[in-house]
């Protein structure tokens, strides 16, 4: 999630689209909370980083 996270700013619209997809189906979360965690508005934490 973090290569996914560190990725996101660089990428042009298309691209950031294809990164939350992919964010969000290897997370189990849906692309609202993705995009979130992608522009900071929510800390991973040590529990969801494991």
């Keep these: 999630m973090d290569g996914c996270r560190a ?3 660089s990428r042009k619209r298309a691209g950031k689209s ?3 997809g992919y964010g969000s189906v ?3 979360w849906k692309r609202k909370g993705t995009l ?3 522009n900071g508005g ?7 980083k494991n």
């Design 7 to 9: 990725r996101y700013p």
């Design 18 to 20: 294809t990164t939350i």
């Design 42 to 48: 929510i800390d991973l934490g040590r529990k969801a």
């Design 26 to 28: 290897i997370s189990d």
């Design 36 to 38: 979130n965690v992608f």
